[in-house]
């Protein structure tokens, strides 16, 4: 699974999140925001910042 965060741009680590799927929420490990999946293309996650943290 590859996300990288709308945010700062880096690979979100999806491994904590395993039934990952559109509408799952995760947090970027690198800037803390919260993120929504909207779209799984593949190995390809698509998300959008719900909540941006801190
Ligand atoms: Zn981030």
Known sequence: MKLICPECKNAVDCTP????AAGSVVECNWC???????ALNGDEVSAEIIDEGK
């Open 17 to 20: 999140y395993p039934t990952i």
């Open 32 to 38: 803390g925001v919260t993120l929504q999946v909207s």
